[in-house]
């Protein structure tokens, strides 16, 4: 499978940006996504996470009731709205798809995802 990102760019603090990350395949609707973020010199990290069946959404405590993650199973794309943005936000933002369907433990451990995006990058100036 494939993962494509986009969305990403300059914006100001306090400003909004909408990251969309599309993928291949037919089976999409079955695995639990995320995002993740990667900011220079640190490790990467998770953000958020989606749950295969739409059920349940999870976030990072630093961006809770800031971004939203979502899915549109027929177009086979996930997104992530964030808004609120900070300079700490600053990173690249990776999406990413479990390596298992239909399960979600352990969903912030990049180690249960195996198809990956190529990243695309958020700068927030302050």
């Known amino acids: 499978v494939q993962l494509q990102a986009s969305g990403g760019g300059l914006v100001q603090a306090g400003g909004s940006l909408r990251l969309s990350c599309a993928t291949s395949g037919r089976t999409f609707s079955t695995y639990t996504v995320g995002w993740f973020r990667q900011a220079p010199g640190k490790e990467r990290e998770f953000v958020a996470a989606l749950m295969y069946s739409g059920a349940a959404t999870y976030y990072a405590d630093s961006v809770k009731g800031r971004f939203t993650i979502s899915r549109d199973n027929a177009k086979n794309t996930m997104y992530l709205q964030m808004n609120s943005l900070k300079p700490e936000d600053t990173a690249v933002y990776y999406c990413?798809?479990?390596?298992?369907?239909?399960?979600?433990?352990?969903?912030?451990?990049?180690?249960?995802?195996?198809?990956w995006g190529q990243g695309t990058l958020v700068t927030v100036s302050s």
């Open positions: 990413a798809r479990r390596s298992v369907p239909y399960t979600i433990s352990n969903y912030a451990s990049p180690d249960e995802y195996t198809s």
